[in-house]
């Protein structure tokens, strides 16, 4: 069995930062692409920015220049700073894998639990 742990969410105030970090664990043979994904209520699930193997970034056009996707291979961490942070940022955010199990063959995509933050003056 696989695990994704997230950790590191929290209120800021606007113009704040805060850093997530999201760490798997468990049977791991092999974890390709991490990412971050995030739900504000009402609205569908989004994704932030992803991180290959071999650190190469995607970001959604609302947070580029202003958060930092970047992962520990050795940990199979995948962290998430997040500067200037505005209001229309809060949401509960969602870390992702995708991790091959030992002995398999295949790829499967793996969810965290999701971790709120809240950015409020």
């Known amino acids: 069995q696989v695990q994704l742990v997230e950790s590191g969410g929290g209120l800021v105030q606007p113009g704040g930062s805060l850093r997530l970090s999201c760490a798997a664990s468990?049977?791991?043979?092999?974890?390709?692409?991490m990412g971050w994904y995030r739900q504000a209520p009402g609205k569908q699930r989004e994704l932030v920015a992803t991180?290959?193997?071999?650190?190469?970034?995607n970001y959604a056009d609302s947070v580029k220049g202003r958060f930092t996707v970047s992962r520990d291979n050795a940990k199979n961490t995948v962290y998430l700073q997040m500067n200037s942070l505005k209001p229309e940022d809060t949401a509960i955010y969602y870390c992702?894998?995708?991790?091959?199990?030992?002995?398999?063959?295949?790829?499967?995509?793996?969810w965290g639990q999701g971790t709120q933050v809240t950015v409020s003056s």
């Open positions: 992702s894998a995708q991790i091959r199990i030992i002995l398999a063959t295949r790829y499967n995509d793996y």
């Open positions: 468990g049977s791991i043979g092999s974890v390709a692409t």
């Open positions: 991180i290959t193997k071999r650190l190469s970034t």
